[in-house]
């Protein structure tokens, strides 16, 4: 007979935090969220690459893509660039996060000089960006022969037909910089000629970039984004178990910090040959694994030199695992099952091995009780769709906007390379995830604020000012169904229908 668990496996929902001492030093300022992201020898080292927030997004078509790794990295977080696409694809996206904290912005919006006023205006809406390169071949990085920004547009008066190079401001007019120049004086520049961008180019007058005063202004209110030595921001991505011979060389010249094996079941020799690979070919580049639910799993990834675990199977929102193949465990119960399995690892050998609580937050406050329970970091799905910096459309329905989500496993997404029983390359057989909506919620900035506020707020009622005090002192009760009744409004009666995540 199979073995059986002795316990009931549970989720975040039936579990409360009860708070500790609150002492006067523990307010909502002095809290710190850093959290280590890969392995180290605690006690004798930091972690060499850490997180200012405990937060990353998941390896997902519709969720990590450059746009929202690119919010997300300069608020604190990570997002792993999603692998269910070309290898092109994906090192284009790195390389697009790369460039973009060094502050010289990859020009988007650029036309050739045959362009006309009505060129402009489809271009600026497509993109959302007023200020247009012209250059001679119409490329970002052709010569530039002018810039065209909302000042040399009047455009009541002016014809559609008007060309560009007849309203645009010729280069001999630009103020620019060359190649090379660092951030800060390129900021200079901008600061004492007063001008809103400037046009960095190369010896033969191509175009490599623009700064923008506005995201000088913007990087003041960064104080928590991750960066790497060289001040850009951290990249990483997802990686499968199959291609990874050809995708990591890629991901890794595009300029990727962080790796991650992205698989709905991390238990397998698949997963320690291709951690075995990369700890041999790249063993400067960490790479984490899973996903795993118990300590076996854990062990076996550990031993394989991962350099963090991810932990959950079949909570995800969009995951119907569980129903399809009857594997899975509550995730509150998995997350707590590995945090020990993480802490008698690290007493035997002296390795931490961080681990990250992946799928199944619904409300703001699991991410409080996920962290509480052991978990290093979490990484989020269905939370980080909602936002305007997410790749999926923005849509109405029944008169409410939402955006498109949709499961890795669903034949939406086709990530067969993470679902794939039968290992071919013409689909899944069978899904283990669906294509849906969430609620659209606004941009990822807005809500991440006051997500935090929350979780800060959360720790300084347990009377802790870090995470790792967090997760040593907190203390953990179970609810019963009829306090989680309790716990919401109730035998009121609501004047509006709310429900806050
Ligand atoms: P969420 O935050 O609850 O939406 O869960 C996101 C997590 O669900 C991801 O990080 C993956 O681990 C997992 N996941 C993504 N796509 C699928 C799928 O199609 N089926 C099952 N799990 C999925």
């Known amino acids: 007979m199979a073995r059986l668990f002795e ?61 929202l790794a690119i919010a997300l990295t300069r608020s604190g977080g990570l997002s792993f660039i999603y692998g269910s696409q070309s290898i092109e694809n994906q090192a284009a996206m790195v390389r697009q996060v790369k460039k973009f904290k060094a502050g010289i912005v990859v020009s988007d919006t650029n ?70 120049i660092s951030l800060s004086e390129a900021n200079d520049i901008i600061w004492d000629h007063k001008i809103n961008q400037l046009p960095i180019i190369t010896g033969d007058g191509n175009l490599v970039g623009l700064v923008f005063r506005k995201d000088y202004e913007q990087h003041k209110d960064n104080p928590l984004e991750l960066l790497d030595a060289s001040k850009r921001l951290l990249a990483a991505a997802g990686i499968n178990t199959r291609d990874f011979r050809e995708r990591v060389p890629a991901l890794v010249e595009a300029g990727a910090d962080v790796l991650c094996i992205d698989s709905s079941d991390g238990f397998s020799e698949w997963q320690a040959d291709t951690l075995d690979w990369v700890r041999e070919n790249y063993p400067d580049i960490p790479i984490g694994a899973g996903n795993v639910v118990d300590e076996e799993g854990f062990r076996y990834l550990a031993d394989h030199g991962a350099s963090f675990i991810k932990v959950g199977i079949g909570g995800g929102s969009i995951c119907i695992t569980r129903e399809q193949k009857g594997i899975g465990c509550g995730q509150a119960t998995a997350v ?62 029944n008169g409410a906007y939402v955006k498109e989500y949709w499961g890795e496993g669903s034949n939406r997404a086709r990530n067969w390379q993470r679902y794939g029983h039968s290992g071919s390359e013409t689909g899944l057989a069978f899904e283990e995830g669906v294509d849906s909506y969430v609620p659209y919620a606004g941009s990822l900035r807005e809500n991440l604020d006051s997500t935090l506020a929350k979780l800060k707020a959360t720790m300084v009622s347990c009377g802790s000012t870090n995470l790792d005090h967090f997760r040593e002192h907190a203390r953990l009760v179970m609810v019963s169904a009829t306090s989680i009744v309790e716990g919401g409004a109730h035998d009121v009666i609501a004047k509006e229908s709310e429900r806050r995540a």
Request: hydrophobic fraction near 40%.
């Open 7 to 67: 316990q009931e496996s549970r989720t975040f929902s039936e579990f409360l935090l009860i708070p500790n001492l609150t002492t006067r030093d523990c307010i909502p300022e002095n809290v710190e969220l850093r959290a280590d992201l890969v392995r180290y020898r605690r006690g004798q080292e930091a972690s060499p690459l850490q997180l200012n927030i405990p937060m990353t997004s998941a390896i997902m078509q519709a969720v990590s893509d450059a746009n």
């Open 336 to 397: 707590m099952e590995v945090a020990r399995a993480r802490d008698r690892y690290f007493e035997e050998t002296g390795w931490y091995i961080p681990i990250c609580s992946d799928g199944g937050i619904v409300f703001d406050y699991h991410m409080a009780l996920a962290l509480a329970m052991g978990a290093d970091f979490l990484m989020l799905g269905r939370y980080f769709a909602r936002f305007d910096e997410s790749p999926g459309r923005r849509l109405v329905v």
């Open 111 to 180: 036309l050739t000089p045959t362009a006309t006023l009505a060129d402009v205006l489809k271009i600026r809406q497509r993109t959302g960006h007023a200020t247009i390169a012209v250059t001679d071949d119409g490329s970002s990085n052709g010569r530039l022969l002018g810039l065209v920004t909302s000042r040399d547009t009047r455009v009541s008066r002016m014809e559609l037909s008007d060309v560009v190079t007849s309203f645009m401001t010729p280069l001999e007019k630009l103020v620019t910089a060359p190649e090379g």
